[in-house]
C-alpha cells in the first residue's frame, strides 16, 4: 500500500512569491492535515480537511489556504511568502473519520524562502 | 493557555539500557495521547496511541503511560539500540476537537550509543 506521498520535496522562493504543495493521502483516507515544522516553533497544525471541507485551522494567517479534492488528494497554498515561512511541510492522512486517529505522515515539502 | 512539555535536552543513553521520555501538559483535557518517532529528515512515524481511561500500553519494547491526574505520559523503550535514536514527540488531540488535529511537543531526542 502506497503511503503518503508529498510534491515537491524541495524548493526554493523568493520573498513574496507564492507557493502551491500537493500531498496524495494512503488509498481510503479521506482526512488530510498540514502541519508547518520549523526549529523554532517545532510542529504546528495548519488545517484539516475532510471530504472536501475544511474541518479544523491552526492559528495561521490567512495567507495559508489549502483544499481538498474529490479523490482525498489535498493542495495547501502560501501567498506572499515571508523568510519566516521558510519550513517543513508536513502533510498527514487518517483513516479515522470523526475522532482523530493515528496519522500516517509523508516526507514533507521542504521550503526555503529567500 | 494549553501546553505540552517535552524535555529539549537530548537524552543520552547506553545500548541496553531502558529509555524513559517524559510528557506533561497543561490547561489541557486530552482524550487520549500519542507518541510518534522522527528521523532526520522524513515525516513522523506512529508508534503508539493511549486512551485517558487507559494507565498503560504496550507494544514490543516499547510502553507508554498515562497519568490524567499528573498530567503526564511516559514512553519507554526497552533494551534500547542504536536504531532507536531519534527524536520522540508526543501528541494529544484538543479538547471536545472532532477531526485530526493534533498538537505536538516540542520532542526529545534521544541518542543510544553501542
Known amino acids: 500500500k502506497a503511503g503518503v506521498t508529498q510534491t515537491p520535496r524541495y524548493l526554493i522562493k523568493t520573498r513574496g512569491q507564492q507557493v502551491t504543495l500537493s500531498c496524495s493521502p494512503i488509498?481510503?483516507?479521506?482526512?488530510v492535515s498540514w502541519y508547518q515544522q520549523t526549529p523554532g516553533q517545532g510542529l504546528q497544525f495548519l488545517f484539516e480537511y475532510f471530504s472536501e471541507t475544511q474541518r479544523n485551522k491552526g492559528n495561521f494567517p490567512g495567507r495559508f489556504s489549502g483544499r481538498q479534492f474529490s479523490n482525498s488528494r489535498s493542495e495547501m497554498n502560501v501567498s506572499t511568502l515571508e523568510l519566516g515561512d521558510s519550513a517543513l511541510y508536513l502533510c498527514a492522512s487518517s483513516l479515522r473519520g470523526a475522532f482523530a486517529g493515528e496519522l500516517f505522515f509523508g516526507e514533507g515539502s521542504r521550503l526555503t524562502v529567500l | 493557555s494549553q501546553k505540552i512539555e517535552q524535555n529539549s535536552e537530548a537524552l543520552n543513553i547506553q545500548e541496553g539500557k531502558t529509555a524513559t521520555l517524559t510528557c506533561n501538559y497543561t490547561?489541557?483535557?486530552?482524550?487520549?495521547l500519542q507518541w510518534y518517532r522522527q528521523d532526520p529528515g522524513r515525516g513522523p512515524v506512529f508508534l503508539l496511541l493511549i486512551r485517558e481511561n487507559e494507565k498503560e500500553k504496550r507494544k514490543e519494547r516499547l510502553k507508554v503511560t498515562f497519568d490524567t491526574t499528573l498530567k503526564q505520559s511516559l514512553f519507554h523503550i526497552t533494551a534500547s539500540q542504536p536504531a532507536d535514536s531519534a527524536t520522540y514527540l508526543c501528541a494529544l488531540d484538543r479538547d471536545n476537537n472532532a477531526g485530526n488535529m493534533l498538537t505536538f511537543g516540542g520532542g526529545t531526542r534521544l541518542m543510544v550509543k553501542p
Open positions: 490547561n489541557y483535557s486530552p482524550a487520549y
Open positions: 488509498s481510503g483516507h479521506r482526512s
